[in-house]
């Protein structure tokens, strides 16, 4: 039976690797520190096992991820300079791209793919493997969604073969771990070093982006033992006005989004305001269809989801997937869909739900 | 109430620009003491959290096969792919995943897309080079928010395309939240197919928003050409 805690070591593993790689590399101007950050992230990942288990205290971890927010706060991570970077680090295959032409190809490359690489020799590999270039990243959406349809469904002697609730996790992993010797064969590399030093250059260019998410569901955590979302919950239903329809479904939707927004996570919002006002005043007190009630109260949450930077995972790591400069760019695009759509959810649970 | 100085933290922080990282800690160890927690409850909160949601890095592990074959080309073929395809424009192309995202992640396969697995590899590139081939090289402000456009496609098209599917974590969270807390026994279809309607206003509103960005491109550009316009 595959664990899914073997692919969260194996992260851990890789968060170890670039560590090291960047404790060693010269042309980071803030080696120390930052490979200390790579790897006691790396670490915190198997630490998690016990965490989970129960065997090994909570705590320790929880200073260690003070220690790495800390680092990354005060900005000691700095990123590696990436061309002797590759180099050194085992990047054989690709080196002799790597020379000559670099400040200018860079400036005219959009988005800096394969960073050392020189646009004109990926130009000329692009045409030399054609469509094939796409099969390594079709694989990944085809095993994931395999692992999490069929994958589900497989048994060897009686065990579920895939840890059952985990399938898609699983899936995703293996897909990024099957991938790499297809793309390997596909395009005549020999080294698997070349994967592990782009891998590596896509971690330092995310920085602490990568860890953020995972920070934000600790403050949810926090949120919610010291006992925030009652706080707000009493002082929602406190302003609603007695026995009046539209203004209740109101402050359900738009308080779902604006919560949301404060912890970044809707599933965190939907119990509080649902406690507050979805039950006791739209289901029991105005009759509201509960299914509809508490569906359309969970998509208004989402609209909050796409405004903000807590919602790190969406609306934080593609601005550095993507080089974008301002740290705002993906919520300010999701605004204008954001907004019109919270009005439509307050318009159909009005007229849906009652 | 004096928990919600945490959120005061976090709303401060932003607004000042500092780091996230920090903000985020500094929030957290806040409403914590606030909350009545110990030092040590608090870090030990911490720990639990972090180890309870590994599950959000997981794409990592998709990092180095997507670096390796953007070394090999893949933008660029994704380029090409696009220039020998005239018809397609950039609101065409960010139209298209978006109804791709929703429709799949509303039949379950919800782990099709992602801003790692597909916007920055495929989605972003292909976008960027349909309107290179129309507009020839772009401002640099044109180019970051066709990127943006395409990551935005992604969240709207997953938010409001997954929970239609019945098995996914909000339609599981809604019936078993209200059936242990209120006594009901919701089916999950029933709340699934209230996610329907929001699903297709969504639809119309974001696609409509993606075919129209061909036009507010044209706008865009001409603005950062007026020497041009003029003569």
Redesign the interface.
Same mark, same amino acid.
């Given at each position: 039976m595959i664990q899914?805690e073997w692919?969260?070591w194996?992260?851990g593993l890789?968060?170890v690797a670039v560590g090291v790689l960047v404790a060693r590399d010269r042309t980071n101007p803030r080696r120390t520190s930052s490979g200390a950050f790579w790897a006691l992230v790396g670490l915190?990942?198997p630490y998690?096992?016990f965490?989970?288990t129960g065997t090994a205290?909570?705590?320790?971890?929880?200073?260690g991820?003070?220690v790495?927010?800390?680092i990354?706060?005060?900005?000691r991570l700095a990123r590696s300079g990436s061309a002797v970077a590759a180099g050194a680090a085992g990047d054989v295959d690709?080196l002799e791209a790597d020379r000559g032409g670099e400040g200018a190809a860079r400036a005219a490359a959009?988005?800096r793919?394969?960073g050392t690489?020189v646009?004109a020799s990926?130009?000329?590999?692009?045409?030399?493997?054609?469509?094939r270039?796409?099969v390594?990243?079709l694989i990944?959406?085809v095993v994931?969604?395999l692992c999490?349809?069929v994958g589900k469904d497989i048994s060897v002697g009686g065990q579920p073969l895939l840890q059952s609730g985990?399938e898609?996790?699983i899936?995703?992993?293996a897909?990024?771990?099957v991938?790499?010797p297809v793309?390997?064969w596909l395009?005549r590399?020999r080294t698997p070093a070349?994967?592990?030093?782009?891998?590596r250059?896509?971690?330092e260019d995310l920085g602490?982006a990568?860890?953020?998410?995972?920070?934000?569901?600790?403050?949810?955590?926090?949120?919610a033992?010291?006992?925030?979302g009652d706080?707000?919950g009493s002082t929602v239903s406190a302003v609603l006005p007695d026995g009046a329809l539209l203004p209740a479904v109101v402050l359900y939707c738009v308080g779902m989004a604006v919560f949301t927004v404060?912890m970044g996570n809707?599933?965190a919002a939907?119990?509080v305001l649902?406690?507050a006002i979805g039950?006791p005043v739209l289901v029991q007190a105005m009759g509201g269809n @509960? @299914?509809?009630v508490?569906?359309?109260g969970?998509?208004s949450g989402?609209c909050g989801?796409?405004c903000t @930077?807590?919602a790190?995972?969406?609306?934080?790591? @593609?601005?550095a997937?993507?080089?974008?400069?301002?740290?705002y760019?993906?919520i300010?695009?999701?605004i204008?869909?954001a907004v019109?759509?919270l009005v439509?959810?307050v318009v159909?649970m009005y007229v849906?739900?009652f | 109430m004096l928990v919600l100085l945490g959120i005061l933290v976090v709303v401060a922080g932003f607004a000042l620009r500092l780091n996230p990282m920090l903000v985020v800690t500094v929030a957290g160890l806040v409403t914590g003491f606030l909350g009545g927690m110990s030092p040590v409850e608090v870090l030990d909160a911490f720990g639990t959290g972090f180890a309870g949601s590994r599950s959000v890095s997981i794409f990592l592990l998709v990092l180095p096969v997507i670096g390796l074959v953007e070394r090999n080309g893949l933008q660029e073929q994704a380029r090409r792919l696009v220039s020998r395809m005239s018809r397609l424009t950039t609101g065409g192309i960010l139209a298209g995943y978006f109804v791709l995202r929703q429709v799949t992640a509303a039949i379950g396969l919800m782990s099709i897309g992602g801003h790692a697995q597909t916007v920055r590899p495929l989605v972003a590139p292909m976008a960027e080079a349909a309107a290179v081939r129309r507009f020839g090289t772009l401002p640099d402000a044109v180019s970051q928010r066709i990127r943006a456009f395409a990551a935005s496609t992604d969240n709207v098209g997953a938010f409001f395309g997954e929970d239609i599917f019945v098995a996914v974590g909000a339609v599981l969270l809604i019936t078993s939240f209200v059936d242990t807390t209120y006594g009901y026994t919701l089916e999950p279809l029933q709340v699934a197919l209230w996610a329907i309607p929001t699903a297709v206003v969504a639809l119309l509103i974001h696609g409509a928003r993606s075919l129209h960005t061909d036009r507010a491109l044209t706008k865009a550009i001409a603005e950062f050409q007026p020497t041009e316009v003029a003569r």
């Amino acid at each position: 039976m595959i664990q899914v805690e073997w692919f969260y070591w194996l992260t851990g593993l890789f968060f170890v690797a670039v560590g090291v790689l960047v404790a060693r590399d010269r042309t980071n101007p803030r080696r120390t520190s930052s490979g200390a950050f790579w790897a006691l992230v790396g670490l915190c990942f198997p630490y998690s096992s016990f965490v989970v288990t129960g065997t090994a205290p909570a705590w320790v971890l929880g200073l260690g991820l003070v220690v790495i927010a800390a680092i990354a706060g005060t900005g000691r991570l700095a990123r590696s300079g990436s061309a002797v970077a590759a180099g050194a680090a085992g990047d054989v295959d690709g080196l002799e791209a790597d020379r000559g032409g670099e400040g200018a190809a860079r400036a005219a490359a959009p988005l800096r793919a394969a960073g050392t690489a020189v646009l004109a020799s990926r130009e000329a590999l692009a045409a030399r493997f054609g469509n094939r270039l796409f099969v390594p990243v079709l694989i990944i959406p085809v095993v994931t969604a395999l692992c999490a349809t069929v994958g589900k469904d497989i048994s060897v002697g009686g065990q579920p073969l895939l840890q059952s609730g985990n399938e898609t996790v699983i899936g995703l992993a293996a897909a990024g771990i099957v991938a790499i010797p297809v793309g390997m064969w596909l395009f005549r590399q020999r080294t698997p070093a070349l994967a592990l030093t782009e891998g590596r250059r896509l971690t330092e260019d995310l920085g602490w982006a990568l860890v953020l998410p995972q920070l934000l569901s600790v403050l949810g955590l926090v949120f919610a033992t010291a006992g925030v979302g009652d706080a707000i919950g009493s002082t929602v239903s406190a302003v609603l006005p007695d026995g009046a329809l539209l203004p209740a479904v109101v402050l359900y939707c738009v308080g779902m989004a604006v919560f949301t927004v404060i912890m970044g996570n809707a599933f965190a919002a939907f119990p509080v305001l649902t406690a507050a006002i979805g039950y006791p005043v739209l289901v029991q007190a105005m009759g509201g269809n @509960p @299914p509809a009630v508490f569906a359309i109260g969970m998509l208004s949450g989402y609209c909050g989801t796409l405004c903000t @930077p807590m919602a790190a995972n969406f609306n934080v790591v @593609p601005v550095a997937l993507l080089e974008l400069k301002s740290n705002y760019a993906v919520i300010r695009a999701q605004i204008p869909t954001a907004v019109p759509l919270l009005v439509a959810n307050v318009v159909l649970m009005y007229v849906l739900a009652f | 109430m004096l928990v919600l100085l945490g959120i005061l933290v976090v709303v401060a922080g932003f607004a000042l620009r500092l780091n996230p990282m920090l903000v985020v800690t500094v929030a957290g160890l806040v409403t914590g003491f606030l909350g009545g927690m110990s030092p040590v409850e608090v870090l030990d909160a911490f720990g639990t959290g972090f180890a309870g949601s590994r599950s959000v890095s997981i794409f990592l592990l998709v990092l180095p096969v997507i670096g390796l074959v953007e070394r090999n080309g893949l933008q660029e073929q994704a380029r090409r792919l696009v220039s020998r395809m005239s018809r397609l424009t950039t609101g065409g192309i960010l139209a298209g995943y978006f109804v791709l995202r929703q429709v799949t992640a509303a039949i379950g396969l919800m782990s099709i897309g992602g801003h790692a697995q597909t916007v920055r590899p495929l989605v972003a590139p292909m976008a960027e080079a349909a309107a290179v081939r129309r507009f020839g090289t772009l401002p640099d402000a044109v180019s970051q928010r066709i990127r943006a456009f395409a990551a935005s496609t992604d969240n709207v098209g997953a938010f409001f395309g997954e929970d239609i599917f019945v098995a996914v974590g909000a339609v599981l969270l809604i019936t078993s939240f209200v059936d242990t807390t209120y006594g009901y026994t919701l089916e999950p279809l029933q709340v699934a197919l209230w996610a329907i309607p929001t699903a297709v206003v969504a639809l119309l509103i974001h696609g409509a928003r993606s075919l129209h960005t061909d036009r507010a491109l044209t706008k865009a550009i001409a603005e950062f050409q007026p020497t041009e316009v003029a003569r």
